[in-house]
């Protein structure tokens, strides 16, 4: 695996070089094309494509940052860099409800390779996927995420999911409730107010409910 990254560093570094080279042999002007075509390349590898790929996924295009997290991953110079683009992908196909497509990814995961922050993220995939189907299970994987990394917004939510998921609805809405932030992303948000109005609902309490769902369906708007 380490050489397969050295290999695809090695490109990466050689690119500019190798297309002003191809350039060069028609002339200066063609060298110049090449060189700035060379070093968009690695901009658009190195910087766009991340940015690019975490933008879809907060605005709910799980598809889109699918495609974008699995080229990183096939592009990634690190084993660092290729897990978390794997774990991302994962992350999306859990959004898309593709459960398992999700499973057989995090089945190629070897978790003693983990350190503490991607051990959330696994952690926080496996409570996704186990919600529905055993809570309580779900809510033990994300205890021990929320241990590792309690400052994630993504991992709290999935918190609050099991917590109502096994019918804590007060510390549910509290966990939510502190979640609320301007700077969580949109589609985290609507999902925010779509829990708390499952919660107020199963409180008895539809007003809050329909307040929290109205939020909920101006935050999903396109």
């Known amino acids: 695996m380490a050489a397969r990254h050295a290999l695809r560093l090695g490109g990466w570094l050689a690119l500019p070089v190798a297309t002003t080279s191809l350039g060069a042999i028609a002339g200066p002007i063609p060298a110049l094309i090449g060189l700035t075509g060379g070093f968009l390349a690695l901009l658009y590898g190195a910087l766009w494509l991340p940015r690019a790929a975490h933008s879809a996924f907060d605005r709910g295009r799980h598809r889109a940052a699918r495609r974008r997290y699995r080229l990183l991953g096939a592009t990634a110079v690190s084993a660092v860099r290729e897990r978390a683009a794997l774990l991302s992908r994962i992350g999306c196909l859990v959004a898309e409800h593709r459960a398992d497509a999700a499973e057989q990814l995090l089945a190629r995961i070897d978790v003693a390779d983990l350190d503490a922050a991607e051990r959330a993220v696994w952690l926080n995939n496996r409570a996704c996927l186990a919600i529905e189907r055993d809570p309580a299970a779900a809510l033990a994987l994300i205890e021990e995420a929320s241990a ?53 609902e199963r409180k008895g309490q539809p007003e809050y409910a329909a307040d929290y769902a109205a939020r909920a369906q101006l935050m999903s708007a396109p």
Request: proline letters at 6%.
């Open 148 to 200: 590792l990394r309690p400052d994630v917004a993504a991992v709290q939510h999935t918190r609050a999911q099991a917590l109502l998921g096994v019918g804590r609805l007060d510390e549910a809405i509290a966990v939510l409730d502190a979640l609320r932030s301007p700077d969580l992303p949109r589609a985290l948000e609507a999902d925010r107010c779509r829990d708390l109005a499952r919660a107020w």
